[in-house]
């Protein structure tokens, strides 16, 4: 059974960890793809995700509109993402053992060196569209949104949100020409 966010809201509200906790599971990849539209760092999107869950679950009372929570979590996200790319505090390396685990995961070199240039250049792609773009096109694309809710989440027209996915789009192809179809 799919409870709504309302629902969810109230009961962590009263003290029910377990409903914060699927409202964390349901809207966890649509927060990071935000930030990560902001900050174009994995690893600054996690935290800047950690850090947005928290503030959430302290300000949960003051939601004014459970029924939308998302669209207030995602104002913390971007708050949050906005002042971290305001301090340009950017991460250069993973902690030692983050590193250490990535390694040991790795069965074939030569695919992860692939995998690895074709994220970075992914990235950098992403990093060449607006920050507006680089959200439309994240939630769009990769979580599925329609073009209307992307609309009311923004506070933009339908239109506007279809010219900047097309945009975005169009860059992202001339950014990457053919690096996602080389083998």
């Known amino acids: 059974?799919?409870?709504?966010?309302?629902?969810?809201?109230?009961?962590?509200?009263?003290?029910?960890?377990?409903?914060?906790?699927?409202?964390?599971?349901?809207?966890?990849?649509?927060?990071?793809?935000?930030?990560?539209?902001?900050?174009?760092?994995?690893?600054?999107?996690?935290?800047?995700?950690?850090?947005?869950f928290l503030v959430a679950l302290e300000r949960l009372d003051e939601c004014r509109n459970p029924d939308r929570f998302l669209a207030w979590l995602l104002r913390i996200v971007r708050n949050r993402a906005h002042s971290l790319h305001r301090r340009e505090r950017v991460r250069a390396a993973l902690p030692l053992e983050g590193a250490a685990r990535e390694a040991d995961r790795r069965a074939d070199p030569v695919a992860d060196a692939a995998r690895a240039e074709l994220r970075e250049r992914l990235i950098d792609g992403l990093r060449g569209l607006s920050e507006v773009q680089r959200e439309i096109l994240l939630l769009h694309d990769l979580e599925g949104w329609r073009h209307r809710e992307i609309a009311e989440l923004l506070g933009i027209r339908e239109g506007t949100v279809r010219a900047h996915l097309s945009y975005a789009r169009r860059n992202m192809r001339e950014r990457l020409g053919g690096a996602l179809c080389e083998d």
């Open 1 to 52: 059974m799919h409870e709504p966010d309302a629902l969810l809201v109230e009961r962590a509200r009263s003290g029910d960890g377990e409903a914060f906790e699927k409202l964390v599971r349901r809207h966890l990849r649509t927060a990071h793809l935000v930030a990560l539209a902001i900050v174009a760092e994995p690893a600054d999107a996690d935290d800047i995700c950690q850090d947005a």
